[in-house]
């Protein structure tokens, strides 16, 4: 009989891993089970969708055709629980499903922060597909915004509701924006964008309640006592995996779903790969968790090659995401962390990774011009993280240099000139180390 | 003045019919503004997920998703078999 795998989560880390399994095994029966009942779509660009940059239905990125080409089936549902002596998959809505393989590719939802009023109508965050459509519903009626929340997502609300032309107030906790992996002048110049935009920002300020007037959002209080009228108020403190599943199935969790390096959790047959599990790196010895498309993709690729059986331990490459914050095209490489405190976020934000924060005994290198920034971060003989905004032409060959550990034994003298002329220097590295390989 | 400025436009025009559009896919998130604005709705966001450069015999090389990626996934690159020194005979 054909083996079957079946797969919790309709994103890309559950999507990727189908695909996988059909790549390996030809004869493999592959269900994915999702809750949303949308085709697949880029979550990412829910921001650009808010920005007015793209249609909704440019949004959905893998036609329905592509799964059913590939003998994918695609189910619609709620998972109740899992049973994983009898590897059963049981679902709210529907008969259960046996497995011999299952992916738990769940991802994460936004945590809403703990205050009286949180659960008012209007209060919003950005999940997923009907989460952006509300705020574009709401938003059409409101006047005025607030947004509460740090890293990408925070801004990319901020943006998205003043483009729909609401009046949006951004109310930032810390000193600055983002504090945690951009530096100062960094968080300046995303400011200095978003205030050009007409959004109102606000330093050193937290909100202890949403006041409501008919079960609907009226305004903000702050710790001052003061209060800040609004129709709509956006949040993104972070995310937090969704566990329950893995919990009530007696996995074993930390911070998300524990697996090994071939994405394996503590039952057997039973695999998790995305934005809920962590994962272990073989080369470290420690375990993270991140939030980017990207890695997504990779750790789904890869979590369905080894249920396929194949043997594909999970390399973790220095975190990469390539992003826009406040119009800027922003790229984030390995360890960047500037000391600050993350303020704004009780977690992991989306788009986010753990080792942009890591902080070695490293030297920064800035060089700016205009709207262009670009900060290396030196270790000893290695460049061990970098952040490009603006132009991105110096991106690419940092990104290679940075994976592919480059010696900059020869050069580090010259990078660490205050004038030094970075892109001669960079093209060097990649020249001279032979860092031309895949990134 | 004039001759420079005849000499900048040939040089833009020649790296246009020169170049093709190719894509970095880790960093492409499947937003789709690519294949939105390209003017002859040639599916670039496809292209750009697995890594293949847009070669189809329609792209004008006009840029529209180059410049309108928010992340950086494309890019121009010169492709020799275009080389219009030399398969259109150019100067």
Known sequence: MAPRYVIVGNGPAGATAAQAIRATDASAEITIVGAEKVPFYSRPGLAYLLTGLVPEGGLFSRPDGDFETARITRTVGHVARIDVVDHRVALVDGPGMPYDRLLLAVGARAVRPDVPGIDLEGVVTLDNLEDARRII??????????????????????????????????????????????DQGESRLVEDRLVEHGIHLSHGVQVVRVVGRKGRVAGVELQTGSQLPCDLLAVAVGIQPRLELARAAGLETGRGILTDSRFLTSEPDVFAAGDVAEVLDDATGTRAVDSLWSVAIEQGRAAGENMAGLDRPYVRPAALNVTRIGGLTTTIIGAVGSGGRDDDLV?????????????????????????????????????????????QAMSRPLQRIIRGDVDITGVRELLVRPEADLAPLLTRLMDGAGANGPL | MLDRLLQRDRAKRRAMISAIVVAEPGRCVECGICSYNCPLGIDVRSKARHGLPVADAYCLTCGECVARCPRGVLRFEQAPVFDPDKTLGGQ
């Open chain 1, 137 to 182: 519903r709401l938003a059409r009626k409101a006047r005025s915004a607030c947004v509460v929340g740090g890293g990408i997502t925070a801004v990319e609300l901020a943006e998205g509701l003043a483009a729909q032309g609401v009046s949006t107030h951004y109310l930032m906790r810390g000193e600055r924006y983002w504090s945690g992996v951009l």
């Open chain 1, 347 to 391: 977690t992991l934000a989306r788009g986010d990774s753990d080792a942009w924060r890591q902080q070695l005994d490293a030297f920064a290198v800035v060089s700016e011009a205009g709207a262009n920034h670009v900060r290396l971060v030196l270790g000893e003989d290695r460049i061990v993280g970098a952040v490009v905004m603006g132009d």
